[in-house]
């Protein structure tokens, strides 16, 4: 009679614990389906760039920086554009120079940088503006290679990626970095073919990668554009270069968090432009793990461990569940490490 009542016990307490875990699996499913775990996804993600630290860049790729020290030499923003036809001149030798300025206002020097422009592999900015209307360079310009220098901010407002083609009114827009990257490799860009038809404004987006960032501003090395035009640097050091030549002065230039803003010190537009295209050159996107395969590795830990809950002491499962989340951060901090892949 003991006996059997131990195990009648038993049954009744395996039968609360099915119970507790079906009532806690589809509570996760529910906040899982919310987006609720979407911000703690991004906060290790965010932490696993922290943690992995800075890591070099190819040794190909340069900013030139209109920083303060520029603003100062050579007058307040914006620049005279005359600067930007000697600029060209100055680093003549480099592969492909790509500006991440604007130029869709007329000056009076535009036609010197214009002659300049011609002469060289140059790439010039297209703006999407607050009222999604396209910022195209001048007609002036025109037959010059363009790319839209467009990022896509997460809700938290840190860019994590960027697609590298829109379609917005009927156009197709590549982004800047991979029409550097044709240029400097004389390789197309794999860019979406898929047909849209679109509606007035609306912007559709595609090939979505994510960036690997080299690390905190000034992880690319820089150099000062008043230095280059005052010839501080001789010619040959840009040759077969990729340059980058845009904003980074306080209060005149874009800047943009990354994964490593956590001190929410953003990096001026240019840099973030420069490492998706250091990211394209060296193939080192971060890739996540298809969501089909995700769901089936949570769903086997799930078995397992519902498997082992159902067996084990409380205080043992607890033991059992601490080791599986360390595994899995760790398992997810070595994927990202080492072989670019976010689990």
């Known amino acids: 009679m003991g006996a059997a009542g131990q195990s009648g016990h038993t049954k009744i307490f395996s039968v609360k614990k099915a119970i507790i875990c079906l009532v806690v699996l589809g509570f996760v499913v529910l906040i899982e389906y919310a987006g609720f775990f979407i911000g703690t996804n991004n906060y290790f993600y965010d932490l696993s760039f922290r943690i992995r630290g800075s890591i070099p860049p190819s040794k190909d790729v340069?900013?030139?920086?209109?920083?303060?020290?520029?603003?100062?030499?050579?007058?307040?923003?914006?620049?005279?554009?005359?600067?930007?036809?000697?600029?060209?001149?100055?680093?003549?030798?480099?592969?492909?120079?790509?500006?991440?300025?604007?130029?869709?206002?007329?000056?009076?020097?535009?036609?010197?940088?214009?002659?300049?422009?011609?002469?060289?592999?140059?790439?010039?900015?297209?703006?999407?503006?607050?009222?999604?209307?396209?910022?195209?360079?001048?007609?002036?310009?025109?037959?010059?290679?363009?790319?839209?220098?467009?990022?896509?901010?997460?809700?938290?407002?840190?860019?994590?990626?960027?697609?590298?083609?829109?379609?917005?009114?009927?156009?197709?827009?590549?982004?800047l970095s991979s029409v550097v990257f044709g240029l400097a490799t004389n390789r197309i860009f794999p860019h979406s073919t898929e047909k849209r038809y679109t509606v007035e404004n609306d912007i559709l987006q595609y090939d979505h990668m994510y960036i690997n960032y080299c690390g905190n501003p000034g992880s690319i090395v820089t150099a000062s554009f008043a230095d280059v035009i005052n010839g501080v640097y001789p010619t040959s050091y840009f040759k077969d270069k990729i340059v980058f030549v845009g904003v980074t002065a306080l209060g005149a230039a874009d800047r943009i968090l990354t994964p490593f803003s956590k001190d929410r010190r953003g990096m001026a537009g240019v840099e973030g432009q420069a490492n998706i295209y250091n990211t394209l050159i060296t193939g080192s996107a971060i890739n996540t793990v298809p969501k089909i395969l995700r769901w089936l590795m949570v769903i086997s830990v799930a078995a397992f461990s519902m498997f082992c809950f159902l067996r084990l002491t409380e205080q043992r499962a607890a033991f059992l569940a601490l080791f599986e989340l360390l595994a899995i951060a760790v398992v997810t901090y070595l994927l990202f490490s080492f072989f670019n892949i976010w689990l």
Not at 63 to 90: F, H, M, N, Q, V
Not at 103 to 111: F, G, I, Q, R, V
């Open 62 to 175: 340069v900013i030139i920086a209109i920083d303060d020290k520029s603003l100062e030499r050579l007058g307040r923003w914006p620049l005279s554009r005359r600067y930007y036809a000697t600029l060209i001149d100055k680093i003549a030798d480099a592969k492909v120079i790509a500006f991440d300025i604007i130029m869709a206002e007329p000056t009076d020097d535009d036609l010197l940088i214009a002659g300049a422009i011609r002469r060289k592999n140059v790439v010039l900015p297209v703006l999407i503006d607050e009222n999604r209307d396209i910022l195209h360079p001048l007609p002036l310009f025109s037959g010059v290679l363009t790319g839209h220098v467009h990022v896509e901010q997460d809700i938290d407002g840190i860019v994590r990626g960027v697609y590298h083609t829109l379609h917005l009114s009927g156009r197709r827009l590549h982004s």
